[in-house]
């Protein structure tokens, strides 16, 4: 499996938001989920993406879109801020489930079933001499970046890896994973 985890700083735990960008920047959310599920016309299949959720009035709060499992779901914003406030205020949608875990949890529970762990950082070293086999969990800071403390604690099952000097957005990073393992010979 390809997994992707974006820490979210802001976004919101509930669905009390006027639109994705006032639910603390669940905009990023939902570009990071388009990139990491959809392809022209079909899901990736063997693609989860995850967000900690670390907004008002609950946090931490994961939130993770299974693109095996996810059904009835179309690529565009107004589709998705309809979904993300459906499953925030409790309801079901096939596909994507929430729970009440932490970042440090989630990520002992993926170290624990055997998943390479990649910390996605302008600083780390170049993807392209990485080992990209098997199932790996991309780790992704939102738009500030990941807090520090947080890093250091992935960095502990981990390491950083690079996508070039340039800072991209994270969606776009997570686009450039896809294609970098999609084209890995
Ligand atoms: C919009 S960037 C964050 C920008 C933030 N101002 C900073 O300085 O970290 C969001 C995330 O994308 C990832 N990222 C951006 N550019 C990258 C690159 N060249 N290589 C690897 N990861 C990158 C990092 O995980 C970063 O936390």
Redesign the pocket.
């Known amino acids: 499996m390809r997994e992707f985890l974006l820490?979210s700083r802001t976004g919101r735990t509930d669905a009390n938001f006027k639109n994705l960008v006032d639910g603390g920047r669940l905009d990023i959310v939902y570009q990071c989920t388009l990139m990491a599920i959809f392809k022209s016309a079909a899901h990736r299949h063997d693609a989860v993406f995850h967000a900690i959720l670390n907004g008002a009035p609950n946090p931490p709060l994961k939130l993770s879109i299974n693109g095996n499992d996810l059904r009835d779901a179309r690529i565009d914003e107004r589709s998705w801020e309809s979904i993300l406030r459906n499953v925030l205020s409790g309801g079901a949608h096939p596909g994507i489930e929430t729970a009440k875990i932490s970042l440090q949890r989630f990520i002992e529970d993926k170290h624990r079933e055997g998943y390479k762990i990649y910390?996605?950082?302008?600083e780390?070293e170049p993807?392209a001499s990485q080992d990209l086999s098997g199932d790996i969990l991309f780790?992704?800071?939102?738009?500030?970046?990941?807090p520090k403390k947080d890093e250091g604690f992935v960095l502990r099952y981990g390491k950083a890896?690079?996508?070039?000097?340039?800072?991209?957005?994270?969606a776009?990073?997570i686009d450039i994973v896809n294609y970098t393992l999609d084209t890995k010979v």
Do not use: M, P, Q
Not at 119 to 122: N, W
Not at 139 to 145: F, L, M, T
Not at 161 to 170: C, F, I, M, Q, T
């Open positions: 820490y910390v996605l950082s302008d780390g993807i780790v992704i800071g939102d738009h500030v970046g990941l890896v690079s996508l070039g000097r340039e800072k991209y957005l994270a776009s990073c």
